[in-house]
């Protein structure tokens, strides 16, 4: 397991990385849909910078209106922010928040990463876009449990997935064993991509 403290900077050296992508698109790619049904790239920049928008507070009272729905109050949010808010508006506070400490409830500093990257992702794939390293990647894949890939519908019973390019595997299933690289590792397992869709029989 990766020390605390370097979770984190990879989570700041990732934001960097994706902030640098986010400066060279056009209008057109801003407004290109995502991984993430029904997000433009905008709506997932905007879900990016959801926790250095919403103060504790107004995260519970979104919850309520959202009745209790993380799901839907992620849209929601996502959705009203593009509205009040520019592509460039946008950037320049995901830029201002590279560094900023925030982690999921009970995720961490493992569970932070896994959205800056997973995130990252939905937007890099579809516009064809350089993905993060390999053992970034790694350290996400690293951190993945059982619920994770519950809350994402995928079910691996009898699959083990080595990755090609970094020292990491997911499953212990033994009926079927595919190698791949880390990146589509993580698209299956946060269920952007099906198995059977993704890198090739070992």
């Known amino acids: ?5 370097n979770l984190a900077a990879e989570s700041f050296a990732e934001r960097e990385r994706l902030a640098t992508l986010l400066a060279t698109l056009d209008g057109e790619q801003w407004t290109a849909a995502s991984l993430c049904a029904g997000w433009r790239v905008r709506e997932v920049v905007a879900h990016l910078t959801m926790p250095y928008r919403a103060s504790p507070p107004r995260f519970l009272a979104g919850l309520v209106r959202a009745r209790f729905s993380f799901d839907r109050y992620a849209d929601q949010d ?3 922010t593009t509205l009040r808010m520019t592509d460039a508006e946008l950037l320049d506070l995901f ?3 590279i560094e900023h400490p925030w982690q999921p409830p009970g995720g961490g500093p493992a569970g932070a990463l896994s959205h800056d990257v997973s ?3 939905d937007i890099t794939e ?7 390293p390999a053992h970034r990647i790694a ?15 995928v079910d691996l019973r009898g699959v083990r997935l080595d990755a090609s390019d970094a020292d990491v595997s997911v499953g212990e299933g033994t009926t079927q064993i595919r190698t791949m690289p880390a990146k589509d590792i993580l698209l299956v397992v946060t269920g952007r991509v ?9």
């Not at 690293?142 to 994402?152: E, G, S, T, V």
């Open 194 to 202: 099906a198995l059977t869709e993704a890198g090739a029989p070992s």
């Open 119 to 121: 995130h990252g992702l």
């Open 78 to 80: 996502a959705r009203r």
């Open 139 to 153: 350290h996400v894949l690293d951190h993945a449990r059982p619920r994770h890939l519950k809350y994402f519908g």
């Open 126 to 132: 579809p516009l064809g876009l350089p993905g993060p």
């Open 95 to 97: 830029r201002a928040n």
């Open 1 to 5: 397991m990766m020390l605390l403290e």
